[in-house]
């Protein structure tokens, strides 16, 4: 660094002055590093977000270069106390560049125009970054030839990006995650402020205090996000998950979280995996189809369908399909988790914004209550929930619960049940099948291969005895005729075992669950 | 400003959490009771009414005895109750979030379809299906839901009433021991084939072997089977505290035995199931009350046994009702005062007790710390009770809620209950409450809308030692003249069943 700054100038400096301007570069290299780091963090978060990571890094890339040539522009504006303004843009470029993957976080489940938010965030950031360089160079001014100037702040510049796109994969990501990065570049920008209202003291003149005031508090409210991030994500909970975690909620009813990798992205509760969009097909068209087919044979084509828990919408995407429902309602106890489905782009997309059909009726109710309180009969009754890895799911799956399905079931409907693995949990898949039909169903457990969850299974139930379907609409991506016809076949591991029926008073099912999955973790 | 903001909201947040819920002291009937009974003064009727048969007291044992008395085609019963609100202590509130009981909270299932609440429950639909042997079962919304109970201890829930964490083998082995005590009991029978211990304790022996068990106290015989164990020890504390008002040491060995065995069917058998609603037994009460009439805000000064005239005072005044028959449904305290030839006789021994109902907001996060949400909810260093969740047997389990707080003045005779209780308006009971809560919900008053608080200053009889067997008890079962008695306190221990089945007995006297 030395050696640098002691190649001598044409007119030689004092050496506090070279002391000065060799900080100013290390400024300079500092600022870069910055401002690289929130243009990466803008464009990661959009691809996450968004999805379509090419169409998000090069809108991003290109906004953000042109708000930094709206910011050099607009530099030629400022006039008179350049240190003032230097430290200002500082303390802006802090604020805003270290607030935004926070603010990105939590604006997405809420703002339904994301993209807009993201897209002032970048903008933003751009014409701040764009004022840092030229006002520098013009602090700079008198202490170089133009020549010298230029080639030595372009070099930290260039050599701050060169560091800055390392850091970024290597360090800031992995160690620190997308919320802390920014916020640790918030203090870093917020330091170069403070650190400036020393170094840029002579050309300050007055009212320093009141600037150092002001920096040092953006640093301490930096530090202080840094320290709280655990808000947003924690580390823990990102090594919990192979993907990087692009969203998570705590709701008052359980913690979600949505992930992102190569194959696409996952949604967890509690947790555990929903669905990953790679291979959620099989799941819900297994869900969907079989029970739509049997309510069909028996009756017609379902016209009123009901859906019980399956916030995600996927399962509400498949009943969709069939032109001649007329109605369908979803109850699901997590708005958060609904509204999530509904205005997350990617799980929007991936459920064709089910939620917006006019045919759809959303409760957020708990689905035993609202089944005790609620009359009503249905021609296809699909329920989706969560494992029951807990009491308050548990109940969902007891003899009351399966009564009261039945008392929703038109006489010639049809419901499915999402059991668990028969392979996995092979007590705690039949203790579903029994508890159902202990609560007067006629039942044909049937399962199918998941790759995200193994082999997975479901029960298909009415109120009178009946055969299982043979028939699915064509086209549909994984079920056809022959695949539905063996998926009623049991292999000799799966098939049944005695178990107690599942009721309020014993939760038996729970203990089973429990006890059976444990010995896969 | 920047910093100043966030401090000052906090403040803010501070004072307003420290501010006490709003919530009500709600009256129980001990007002009008004490200045209208307790003096003595028998006020001159203007008035005069006929009725056929007079039930004095809308608590179980009354109701009970007006459904038995519509069943068996009598018509012209009256119940008058003293309160504004019929019940008892099986009262009920409810909220626009939930129903919840005011005092007593559940049954234990009936062991066989011939037993007298049978008729009950099946007329409230609350009977599923017979098993083969012929037991009722209970219909699974009524069963209460598993988690039934769990502990607060040492900063963490654990499931159950026992607290098995942590226990010694000897823990365990003297937990074996009492069990096998219990089943020898549950399987004992007299040479009639009575059991040693049923509910209600009308079908059970007078064998002394068993009445014998009422001379000591019930930690006099626990100490004889050496059973020590600290453990077991406070859960037979806890269910005396629970269901009597007493601890171990004061409690009748008799009515501590009863209180295991007489729920269990036979040796090795589980506990019979707990059957409760979202607001207790007063579900229990509705059902009793819809084929009743009765008359609230009548209060019964005087009764004259010889002629079944009462004296007594409704909302304009007093009044002179003239019956066939009597049937005094009140506990002894007031009989012994009202009724002419009972008046200066001896009565049971009564227990206090607090009951509020928390209306919760917003449950408190669990922290998932233990065992999750119960109906019971006990803390382990507490003298209180714990609560219980009015929305766990429907199975709402998020959002608001109403919990259920107990508090018994074990122990405690009325001079000390006063003592305590000098002073304590509704805010020193809801900060006493919330303190409460806060040992396992640091967050409880964030979320508390408010807090009713009941003063059920005789609660219940105590089964203290020697009094659950004793000819003053059997005594006071017996009528004078026309007047017929009928209260759980007759049975010398406070339950629905109890009372249920004096009200049928007091029917089955007054229909013939």
């Given at each position: 660094m030395e050696s640098l700054s002691s190649s001598p100038p044409p007119s030689p400096a004092p050496a506090a002055d070279t002391i000065r301007a060799t900080a100013l570069y290390l400024n300079v290299f500092i600022v870069a590093i910055c401002g690289l780091v929130y243009e990466l963090l803008a464009g990661t978060l959009g691809s996450y977000l968004l999805g379509d990571s090419?169409?998000?890094?090069?809108?991003?890339?290109?906004?953000?270069?042109?708000?930094?040539?709206?910011?050099?522009?607009?530099?030629r504006k400022l006039d008179g106390e350049l240190a003032r303004r230097f430290v200002e843009i500082e303390l802006a470029v802090a604020v805003v560049g270290g607030l935004s993957a926070p603010v990105l976080f939590l604006s997405f489940g809420t703002v339904v125009h994301f993209q807009v938010v993201l897209l002032a965030f970048v903008s933003a950031i751009g014409v701040l970054v764009g004022l840092e360089l030229p006002i520098l160079m013009r602090l700079l001014e008198g202490q170089l030839a133009f020549k010298d100037l230029i080639s030595r702040v372009l070099t930290f510049d260039y050599i701050g990006a060169l560091a800055a796109s390392l850091m970024f994969p290597l360090v800031l990501v992995p160690k620190l995650g997308l919320v802390r990065s920014s916020l640790a570049m918030g203090c870093a920008n917020a330091g170069v402020a403070l650190w400036g209202?020393?170094?840029?003291?002579p050309q300050l003149a007055k009212r320093v205090v009141g600037l150092r005031v002001r920096a040092a508090i953006v640093l301490i409210v930096m530090i202080a996000g840094v320290v709280t991030a655990d808000y947003f994500s924690t580390w823990a909970e990102d090594e919990m998950y192979a993907d990087p975690v692009v969203y998570t909620k705590q709701t008052p009813y359980q913690r979600i979280v949505v992930t992102r990798g190569k194959a696409g992205f996952q949604l967890f509760l509690n947790g555990n995996l929903q669905f990953s969009s790679a291979d959620e097909y099989r799941y819900h068209e297994a869900l969907v189809h079989p029970v739509m087919a049997a309510a069909t044979a028996y009756s017609g084509p379902p016209k009123q369908v009901l859906i019980l828990g399956g916030g995600d919408g996927l399962a509400l995407r498949e009943v969709l399909t069939y032109p001649t429902v007329e109605h369908v309602t979803l109850v699901d106890l997590d708005p958060a988790m609904t509204s999530l489905s509904r205005h997350f782009p990617a799980l929007a997309e991936l459920n064709h914004h089910s939620f917006d059909d006019p045919r759809v009726t959303l409760v957020n109710d708990d689905a035993m209550v609202w089944l005790d309180e609620h009359p009503g009969q249905y021609d296809a009754i699909v329920v989706d929930f969560p494992d029951p890895n807990n009491f308050a799911l548990g109940k969902l799956f007891t003899k009351l619960f399966y009564r009261r399905v039945r008392a929703h079931l038109a006489p010639a409907g049809a419901a499915v049940v999402q059991a668990t693995s028969p392979l996995f949990a092979r007590r705690s898949y039949w203790c579903i099948a029994d508890t159902m039909a202990a609560a007067g169903l006629a039942v044909h457990p049937y399962h199918v291969t998941v790759p995200s969850f193994g082999v997975w299974g479901y029960v298909l139930a009415r109120v009178q005895p009946f055969d299982p379907p043979t028939h699915v609409p064509p086209h549909l991506r994984f079920l056809n005729d022959e695949a539905l016809a063996g998926m009623f076949e049991m292999p000799a591991d799966m098939t049944h075992v005695p178990v107690e029926i599942n009721q309020l008073d014993n939760q038996a099912l729970v203990r089973y669950y429990e006890r059976e999955w444990r010995r896969w973790e | 400003m920047l910093l100043g903001a966030p401090i000052a909201a906090q403040l803010a947040c501070r004072s307003h959490a420290r501010a006490l819920p709003p919530g009500t002291l709600l009256e129980t009937g001990m007002t009008r009771g004490h200045s209208l009974v307790r003096d003595g003064h028998v006020p001159v009727p203007q008035r005069t009414r006929q009725v056929g048969v007079a039930i004095v007291g809308g608590g179980v044992a009354g109701l009970a005895c007006a459904w038995e008395l519509k069943r068996r085609g009598v018509?012209?019963?009256?119940?008058f109750e003293l309160d504004d609100v019929h019940g008892g202590t099986a009262r009920g509130g409810a909220s626009a979030v939930t129903s919840y009981p005011w005092g007593a909270h559940y049954i234990v299932a009936p062991q066989a379809s011939g037993?007298?609440?049978v008729p009950l429950l099946a007329e409230m639909g609350a009977i599923e299906s017979y098993a083969a042997d012929g037991a009722p079962i209970i219909d699974e919304a009524l069963r209460c839901r598993e988690p039934e109970e769990r502990v607060w201890y040492l900063g963490r829930w654990w499931e159950g009433l026992y607290l098995d964490a942590g226990a010694s083998a000897d823990d365990r082995r003297q937990l074996e021991q009492f069990k096998h005590e219990i089943d020898l009991w549950s399987a004992w029978?007299?040479?009639r084939g009575r059991r040693a211990f049923a509910i209600p304790r009308s079908a059970a022996t007078d064998d002394p072997r068993v009445t014998a068990l009422d001379k000591i106290s019930f930690a006099a015989w626990l100490d004889g089977k050496r059973l020590t164990s600290p453990r077991l020890r406070w859960l037979c504390d806890y269910g005396c505290r629970d269901d009597y008002t007493l601890t171990a040491a004061t409690t009748s060995a008799w009515a501590g035995i009863f209180y295991f065995a007489a729920r269990q069917k036979g040796p090795g058998a589980p506990s019979q199931t707990v059957v409760t609603w979202p607001n207790g037994n007063a579900a229990l009460v509705a059902q009793l009350a819809k084929s009743a009439r009765i008359e609230t805000g009548v209060t019964a000064v005087s009764i004259d046994d010889a002629t079944g005239r009462i004296i007594a005072i409704d909302r304009d005044g007093p009044i002179a009702v003239d019956a066939r028959k009597v049937v005094v449904a009140t506990p002894a305290f007031v009989a012994n005062r009202v009724v002419r030839s009972r008046r200066?006789?001896?009565?049971?021994?009564?227990?206090?007790?607090?009951v509020a109902n928390v209306h919760l907001n917003e449950r408190p996060i669990e922290r998932g710390r233990g065992c999750p949400p119960a109906w019971d909810n006990v803390f382990r260093d507490s003298p209180s009770l714990g609560y219980v969740s009015a929305t766990h047997q429907r199975g709402r389990d998020r959002g608001p809620t109403v919990w259920t707080w107990y508090y018994a003045f074990a122990d405690d005779?009325?001079?000390s209950v006063r003592r305590k209780l000098a002073g304590a308006g509704h805010a020193e009971w809801a900060e006493v409450i919330l303190t409460d809560l806060e040992r396992a919900h640091p967050d409880v008053r964030d979320r508390v809308a408010s807090i009713d608080v009941a003063f059920w200053g005789h609660g219940m009889v105590r089964p203290r030692v020697g009094s659950c067997w004793s000819d003053a008890l059997a005594a006071r079962s017996q009528p004078a003249g026309n007047v017929h008695f009928a209260h759980t306190d007759l049975s010398g221990l406070a339950l629905f069943e109890e009372a249920f089945d004096h009200g049928?007995?007091?029917?089955?006297?007054?229909a013939t």
């Open positions: 090419v169409t998000q890094f090069s809108l991003v890339i290109g906004l953000y270069l042109s708000a930094m040539g709206v910011g050099a522009w607009l530099s209202t020393w170094l840029l003291a | 018509t012209d019963a009256v119940v037993e007298a609440l029978r007299d040479d200066g006789q001896p009565h049971g021994d009564y227990g206090a007790w607090v005779d009325a001079a049928l007995r007091a029917a089955r006297e007054v």
